[in-house]
């Protein structure tokens, strides 16, 4: 499985927007790049999956070069709410569906 | 619908007691996984059931901890002689089919604290 790199945290405030990059160097063709978000003693949560170029859904967007090296994920407009780790995922999108999580990135949201 | 709940959502026990954690999945989720989160730390894949297939084990970290899934919905994970490195959240999660687009819904998890 594609190592991944995450800055270990980042602080915001309400209404920006944020940009947490993840760097995959090692990421393979099949490899797909997947973001869940936690909150505190939560399970964490499926935000958005992308193979190539750009994904919206309601919740973000995520950015993926022609090389796929990196992705970023953008959060619009963040709140309070959005305080939370947030965990990059790289891995084959037919083998191995265990999911390998590193140390994510803490988000931090102040008013 | 219900989402993946999992109990007991908190357990103390004494080191060398065994101890049960069950999950339910999602109805209809063919796919079962257990991870377990230490304190501070990403998740760290324990096992994963689909379907009648033979459970992929190759995260449990040793022979003290097995798991089953009965029917192919709820799954029970023991842990037997717990130690205190065993304190973690163990999380279960459940995904409609075995492919990585499918995504997975993880329940709340059970908290296990070994004294």
């Known amino acids: 499985l594609a190592k991944t790199t995450q800055p270990i945290s980042m602080d915001s405030y309400e209404g920006q927007e944020v940009n947490i990059t993840c760097s995959h160097n090692n990421i393979a063709t099949n490899d797909y790049i997947t973001w869940y978000q936690q909150f505190p003693s939560q399970g964490p949560r499926f935000i958005i999956q992308?193979?190539?170029t750009k994904v919206t859904n309601e919740v973000a967007s995520l950015f993926i070069p022609a090389d796929r090296k990196s992705s970023t994920l953008s959060l619009p407009r963040v709140s309070l709410s959005d305080t939370a780790v947030y965990y990059c995922?790289?891995?084959?999108?037919?083998?191995?569906?265990?999911?390998?999580f590193g140390a994510g990135t803490i988000l931090r949201v102040k008013s | 619908g219900a989402g993946v709940s999992q109990s007991p959502s908190n357990k103390v026990t004494e080191k060398g007691k065994d101890v049960e954690l069950r999950c339910d999945p999602i109805?209809?989720?063919?796919?079962l996984y257990w991870y377990r989160q230490s304190l501070g730390q990403g998740l760290e894949f324990l096992i994963y059931?689909?379907?009648?297939?033979?459970?992929?084990k190759s995260g449990l970290p040793s022979d003290r901890f097995s798991a089953e899934r009965t029917g192919g919905s709820v799954s029970t994970l023991t842990i037997q002689r717990t130690q205190q490195e065993d304190s973690a959240v163990y999380l279960c999660?459940?995904?409609?089919?075995?492919?990585?687009?499918?995504?997975?819904?993880f329940g709340p998890g059970t908290r296990l604290l070994v004294l």
């Open positions: 992308g193979y190539k």
């Open positions: 995922l790289v891995g084959d999108r037919y083998y191995g569906n265990k999911l390998v």
């Open positions: 999660a459940s995904s409609l089919g075995p492919a990585r687009e499918e995504t997975q819904y």
């Open positions: 109805s209809g989720h063919t796919a």
């Open positions: 059931f689909q379907g009648n297939s033979a459970p992929d």
